[in-house]
């Protein structure tokens, strides 16, 4: 993958997207722009009969929503599937969720930035060897993804704590069994805090989620119903279930 181009395929309704899209990618040395369209079957198909590493598609489709493509998708073609970035205007949480669970790797919001998106890419494929896990954007946007999913803002201190509470245990999965007397000292060490605060914050991070209700969305993420309304989870079980899924997605 290092070495051969990038085979990268474009759905997209918007024909001025599209053309931006193309237009930029067709002048990029590491990327071979395979097709485009607009009809969702037209691009099932071309995954189908091509070997593409990339799907960059809007959930507005022609012929198929993008949710039931990416639904077929994932029947058809299980572990072979590309990587697909979602680009769509639907910027709403449970569009988010049900695009993830289905098996889409990121959900850009339109306006889609096309240096970001070609960044975004090349995390996905781990083009730049020299990206540690820990400082893989692309990890780091897979959870801010699932925060945003579950209804965590962004603006509390719990979310950066939760986020490098989650790397951490990905990184070293036995640390969640010395949450006390490893996780939180590492994120406060980091973050220029104590552990007592790093704790409240992640617990406060938690219950906002719970408070908003979202927790259809969490279920959603795991394909199976984890959690209900009277069920909150501890940090630590929260961490573990996030981190082992990202393992799982192989991060």
Known sequence: MNTAKVKIFFADN?????????????????????????????????????????LVMDIVLSGMDGFEFLQNAKEKLG???????ITSH????????????????????KPVDLGA??????????LENHIKPQENKALDEK?????????IPAHIKGYQFLREAIKLA?????????????????????????????????RHAIEVAWNRGKIE?????????????N??????EFIALVADKMLMEGY
Not at 17 to 41: C, Y
Not at 143 to 151: A, H, K
Not at 231 to 236: I, W
């Open 231 to 236: 069920e909150k989870p501890t940090n630590g």
């Open 79 to 85: 572990k072979s599937m590309p990587k697909i970035i």
């Open 143 to 151: 959870i801010s993804n699932i925060f945003l999913t579950v209804g």
């Open 90 to 109: 639907l910027s709403h949480s449970g569009f988010v969720g049900k695009a993830l669970s289905l098996g889409a790797n990121y959900f850009m919001v």
């Open 217 to 229: 969305n969490i279920n959603s993420i795991f394909g199976i119903k984890v959690y209900n309304q």
């Open 14 to 54: 918007s024909t001025e997207d599209i053309s931006k899209l193309v237009h930029h990618f067709e002048h990029l040395e590491n990327f071979q722009v395979v097709g485009k369209t607009h009809d969702a079957k037209v691009a099932m198909t071309a995954l189908l009969e091509n070997n593409i590493d990339v």
């Open 117 to 126: 998106l070609e960044n975004r890419i090349k995390d996905t494929l781990n």
């Open 170 to 202: 990905i990184e070293t999965p036995e640390i969640v069994s010395s949450i006390t007397k490893k996780l939180y000292p590492s994120i406060a060490t980091k973050f220029a805090t104590s552990s007592s605060k790093v704790e409240r914050a992640i």
